[in-house]
């Protein structure tokens, strides 16, 4: 099992930044993709970066504005938001996709931080 807890998440104007942690704990091995999604009401869950095998790749809603990062040292994944736009508000999750010995795989998330962008 892997847990997950995401932080970060607070109420920011328009044009700003903010930086979500995801510190992950428990039996942290093979894992295969680590991400961040979000939510906002009435829509779908949509991802919005990720660090996998074949490299990190984006949303292209949200490409040069955020950056997704990653420190194993620390088991942490990290979301850095520039450029805030109010289109942006959502909840955001983490994402860990662990590679199981069957070939399949185990998606771990975290409980979600509230992100809202407005003046």
């Known amino acids: 099992q892997v847990q997950l807890v995401e932080s970060g998440g607070v109420l920011v104007q328009p044009g700003g930044s903010l930086r979500l942690s995801c510190a992950a704990s428990?039996?942290?091995?093979?894992?295969?993709?680590v991400g961040w999604y979000r939510q906002a009401p009435g829509k779908q869950r949509e991802l919005v970066a990720a660090?996998?095998?074949?490299?990190?790749n984006y949303a292209d809603s949200v490409k040069a504005r955020f950056t997704i990062s990653r420190d194993n040292a620390k088991n942490t994944v990290y979301l850095q938001m520039n450029s805030l736009k109010p289109e942006d508000t959502a909840v955001y999750y983490c994402?860990?996709?662990?590679?199981?010995?069957?070939?399949?795989?185990?998606?771990?998330w975290g409980q979600g931080t509230q992100v809202t962008v407005s003046s």
């Open positions: 660090i996998t095998t074949d490299g990190t």
């Open positions: 428990g039996s942290i091995f093979s894992i295969n993709a």
């Open positions: 994402n860990f996709r662990q590679l199981l010995l069957s070939g399949t795989y185990s998606d771990y």
